[in-house]
């Protein structure tokens, strides 16, 4: 579990507290996270596991600043998520990666965005950069033109991969990455993912069902139950996926 943010400075990132509450008029609050606390080292990958519902996804979507908490606070290098200049530093990989992505945009369109929103590239700079991101994810240049419905569910989450790596991140969060996908699909996205953690020293939070996934691509792991943090972080032996 972390702690406070000066005794773990070589933490990248830090959640403390996180209380979600969700209150609906005439009826109970309900409690999605009830003080949960988590904190994760630059370069590691934390497994997030537990039952459907038991608050994995909302804790996903705070630790991005998608959603505020009701209480507690999320730290990536000592400061708040929310903050502008933590823009692009966390990038989130979804579940399905159909409905992650604009389908009116070809692949070239979708891989820009980020890189003329965040690092305002000219047409030409763009035009190289996302033939470079194909590429690192084991995918053509030439596919730059072809749209959203033209891909395999595979080939597609390869650019969701790709589109996140465009902000230069330095923390993925992925939720459920793999649980559209076939199991040979899967250790393709597993071997894929670990490459690029080693390649550029990439830390991630990975949310699955999927024990032989967490186990093969997590450092530690974390066990979730009813919004709260059943089993605190633990030191896992890694081995690969045939």
């Avoid at 250790?187 to 390649?199: D, H, M, P, V, Y």
Wanted: charged share 25%.
């Amino acid at each position: 579990a972390a702690g406070g943010w000066e005794k773990n400075m070589n933490e990248l990132l830090c959640a403390k507290g996180i209380e979600k509450v969700y209150r609906a008029f005439g009826r109970a609050p309900f409690y999605a996270l009830k003080k949960v606390n988590i904190s994760l080292k630059k370069g590691r990958c934390l497994g997030i596991v537990g039952e459907s519902g038991c608050g994995k996804s909302t804790l996903c979507r705070i630790l991005t600043g998608v959603e505020k908490p009701t209480s507690g606070e999320v730290l990536l290098s000592g400061r708040p998520v929310r903050a502008k200049e933590n823009r692009g530093r966390m990038q989130m990989v979804f579940q399905n990666s159909f409905e992650a992505v604009n389908p009116g945009l070809n692949i070239g369109g979708i891989l820009s965005e980020p890189l003329e929103n965040l690092f305002h590239m000219t047409k030409r700079e763009r035009l190289l950069r996302t033939g470079e991101l194909m590429e690192q994810v084991g995918l053509s240049a030439q596919d730059l033109k072809k749209y959203p419905r033209q891909f395999s569910g595979g080939q597609l989450q390869r650019i969701c991969i790709a589109r996140a790596l465009a902000a230069k991140p330095e923390v993925l969060i992925l939720d459920e990455p793999l649980s559209s996908l076939d199991l040979s699909v899967q250790a393709q996205i597993l071997n894929l993912l670990a490459g690029l953690k080693s390649e550029q020293n990439l830390t991630y939070v990975l949310v699955s069902h999927n024990l032989k996934a967490v186990y093969y691509l997590a450092d530690e792991l974390t066990v979730m139950s009813e919004g709260k943090i059943e089993k605190k972080s633990c030191s896992l032996p890694q081995f690969r996926i045939p």
